[in-house]
């Protein structure tokens, strides 16, 4: 398996967009949701519009694992199966 870290660099986004994700990014520090890291991997930050039921976009931070997930090795044995393991005792 390739162990080689995998870095992708920000895609290209609006002015306003890299300062909500700037702003956001803070928040998130200062809250301890997330920490500074010195990982050699990085990828993309992606902005995604999510409307409320007012119609309104609602945008959220999500990140693109998708070159990192082409790399993982799946799990041969599935979790076994709740209902029967709950049977069983």
């Given at each position: 398996m390739d162990?080689?870290?995998i870095v992708r660099?920000?895609?290209?986004?609006?002015?306003?967009e890299?300062?909500?994700i700037e702003e956001q990014v803070q928040i998130m520090l200062q809250n301890e949701v997330i920490e500074e890291?010195?990982?050699p991997y990085a990828f993309?930050?992606?902005v995604i519009g999510k409307k409320d039921r007012a119609e309104e976009g609602m945008d959220r931070l999500c990140i693109n694992y998708a070159p990192f997930n082409k790399r993982?090795?799946?799990?041969?044995?599935?979790?076994?199966n709740i209902n029967k393991m709950l049977s069983s005792f």
């Open positions: 162990e080689t870290p660099k920000q895609g290209h986004c609006s002015l306003r890299y300062e909500w890291s010195s990982s993309n930050v992606v993982i090795i799946p799990d041969r044995y599935p979790l076994p």
